[in-house]
């Protein structure tokens, strides 16, 4: 069975800049995670969706990032424009059902972004 | 930052000894899970322990859970080189889903 699958793994890209990331979860996973993780950090909780629904983006800085979920499996996250402090990694993780609290998350390899 | 903390920081000890890490966090929680983070590779799902458990073994891994200091230890016994890695305690937040937070993370080294 594949795991979470995440592209691209490098993205390296000028302040100001558009910049999207894609993630496709585990198939069968209803819930779907993005997190962002700073060096020598643990990850932080950016969005969480159930099926489309995004449940908890109380995290997400709505003024320059976005995230989608169509059709409840893929889900694209982007930042536009880039500041230089978005400088992570971002980590896409997905669970069979997140809603009881008890579910393991699988995570992906995570995209590593670099803002010039 | 809501991020629970770990000690230590970082951790280096030779093969075959045991390591121990500590976790501890804020609020009430459904269960508290360790993961395992290789240099530039995603997180891998250790053990979950759930709130009513008080201790749970997994292999080399051993996980122990106090409600009442709301902490946690992950013992990794007779440690090797092939554990060296970042552990990071998650706690699921009572009522918050799935919501995970995570700690900051403890940096072992196993030296061969």
């Known amino acids: 069975e594949a795991g979470v699958v995440q592209s691209p793994r490098y993205k390296i890209i000028e302040k100001k800049q558009p910049v999207a990331f894609w993630c496709n979860p585990i198939?069968?996973?209803?819930?779907l995670y993005w997190y962002l993780q700073n060096l020598g950090q643990g990850p932080e909780l950016l969005i969480r969706?159930?099926?489309?629904?995004?449940?908890?983006d109380s995290q997400l800085p709505k003024d320059r990032f976005s995230a989608e979920r169509l059709k409840g499996v893929d889900s694209t996250l982007k930042i536009q424009p880039a500041e230089l402090g978005d400088s992570a990694v971002y980590l896409c993780?997905?669970?069979?059902?997140?809603?009881?609290?008890?579910?393991?998350?699988?995570f992906g390899p995570g995209t590593r972004l670099l803002v010039l | 930052s809501q991020q629970g903390e770990e000690d230590p920081q970082a951790l280096s000890i030779q093969e075959g000894e045991n390591a121990t890490m500590n976790c501890s966090y804020k609020?009430?929680?459904?269960?508290l899970q360790w993961y395992r983070q290789n240099s530039g590779r995603g997180l891998v799902h250790l053990i979950l322990?759930?709130?009513?458990?008080r201790e749970k073994h997994s292999g080399r891994l051993r996980v122990t859970l106090d409600t009442s200091k709301k902490s946690s230890s992950l013992l990794i016994t007779a440690s090797r080189a092939a554990d060296t890695a970042s552990y990071f305690c998650?706690?699921?937040?009572?009522?918050?889903?799935?919501?995970?937070?995570f700690g900051q993370g403890t940096e072992l080294s196993v030296k061969p």
């Open positions: 993780a997905s669970s069979l059902d997140g809603a009881g609290g008890q579910e393991t998350q699988y």
């Open positions: 198939s069968g996973h209803n819930t």
């Open positions: 969706y159930e099926n489309e629904e995004a449940v908890d």
């Open positions: 609020t009430s929680i459904n269960n």
């Open positions: 322990i759930r709130s009513n458990e």
């Open positions: 998650a706690s699921a937040i009572y009522n918050q889903g799935g919501k995970l937070i």
